[in-house]
């Protein structure tokens, strides 16, 4: 079983910054794919980025090519989302989640965390 848990989530005006942390638990980090999700108030969870096992591949979707990033540190069990220039329509639920194979936007990753919050005021 693998436990994920996220923190970094807050309230920022629009043009800030903030820094998401998953903390992953339960087997080997370096095994497993990791992605960010998002999910708006009424609106279906969708894909922000994803990074392979050793970090040396990325993929992002198009809303957020040039502001996140997405990185991992196998030593210390976590990955990261760094977010700039935040705009309103960032609002939202985002979770980490894991899975040993899956790569991309697709919601069937293994494992997913709880989830934190992002408000961007305008």
């Known amino acids: 079983q693998v436990q994920l848990e996220e923190s970094g989530g807050g309230l920022v005006q629009a043009g800030g910054s903030l820094r998401l942390s998953c903390a992953v638990s339960g087997r080997p980090f370096s095994s497993y794919i990791m992605a960010w999700f998002s999910q708006a108030p009424g609106k279906e969870r969708e894909f922000v980025a994803a990074?392979?096992?050793?970090?040396?591949?990325?993929l992002y979707a198009d809303s957020v090519k040039g502001r996140f990033t997405i990185s991992r540190d196998n030593t210390k069990n976590r990955v990261y989302l760094q977010m700039n220039s935040l705009k309103p329509e960032d609002t939202a639920v985002y979770y980490c989640?894991?899975?040993?194979?899956?790569?991309?936007?697709?919601?069937?990753?293994?494992?997913w965390g709880q989830g934190t919050q992002v408000t961007v005021s305008s």
């Open positions: 990074i392979n096992w050793g970090g040396s591949s990325t």
């Open positions: 989640a894991a899975d040993p194979l899956r790569f991309g936007p697709t919601n069937t990753y293994d494992y």
